[in-house]
Nanobody, 114 residues
Framework: QVQIVESGGGLVQPGGSLRLSCAAS????????MGWYRQAPGTQRDVVAR???????IYADSVKGRFTISRDPANNTVYLQMNSLTFEDTAVYYC????????WGQGTQVTVSS
């Protein structure tokens, strides 16, 4: 069973930046499209960025131009660089395949607050 561990979240002021990391066991990054999802309280979990095995990236409109997804297959790690953060980016961020495996890690909390 693939294990995924997200890290890098924290408290940041509006306009600030964070870099999230997603480490996974196995070589899933070379097999599956990987995505960063987020879930704010009272909302559903949605994918905000994805990267294919060929390196193509796709972003939700809400983060386009501010977030960058990248991957390091040699280290089984996917990153999400988040810039110009706003209050609306506050959420728990998760990493998973697309479609998702049905099994989720703990996620990492991102809180944007002044």
């Amino acid at each position: 069973q693939v294990q995924i561990v997200e890290s890098g979240g924290g408290l940041v002021q509006p306009g600030g930046s964070l870099r999230l990391s997603c480490a996974a066991s196995g070589s899933i990054f070379s097999i599956y499209t990987m995505g960063w999802y987020r879930q704010a309280p009272g909302t559903q979990r949605d994918v905000v960025a994805r990267i294919t095995i060929f390196g193509r990236t796709i972003y939700a409109d809400s983060v386009k131009g501010r977030f960058t997804i990248s991957r390091d297959p040699a280290n089984n790690t996917v990153y999400l660089q988040m810039n110009s953060l706003t209050f609306e980016d506050t959420a728990v961020y998760y990493c998973n395949t697309l479609p998702d495996t049905g099994s989720w890690g703990q996620g990492t909390q991102v809180t944007v607050s002044s």
